[in-house]
Nanobody, 125 residues
């Protein structure tokens, strides 16, 4: 059984940065595509960023391109989301997710099998 534990959320002023971390355990991390999602209060959950396994490819939602960077460390079973130039619209609970999918698959349309409990990110104006 895969377990995902997010950390790194918090309160930051607009223009600031945060780095979210997600610790993966229970299976072979290197065989899973990973994603970050977020859900703001009163809104539906949305895809933020994804990273494939195998040759690393990444994908982002348009509103975070150039500001957020997803990365993974297969040796440490970790996935990260570096978030820069944060604005109040980025305020949400951020979730890490894992998908057992074919080599190279990633993004919002793949099936994510496991989810973390979420970490709150609040950006003040």
């Amino acid at each position: 059984q895969v377990q995902l534990v997010e950390s790194g959320g918090g309160l930051v002023q607009a223009g600031g940065s945060l780095r979210l971390s997600c610790a993966f355990s229970g299976r072979a991390f290197s065989n899973y595509a990973m994603g970050w999602f977020r859900q703001a209060s009163g809104k539906e959950r949305e895809f933020v960023a994804g990273i494939s396994w195998g040759p690393v490819n990444t994908r982002y939602r348009d509103s975070v391109k150039g500001r957020f960077t997803i990365s993974r460390d297969n040796a440490k079973n970790m996935v990260y989301l570096q978030m820069n130039s944060l604005n109040p619209e980025d305020t949400a609970i951020y979730y890490c997710a894992a998908a057992q999918v074919p080599w190279g698959a990633l993004g919002p349309s793949i099936r994510y099998d496991y989810w973390g409990q979420g970490t709150q990110v609040t950006v003040s104006s």
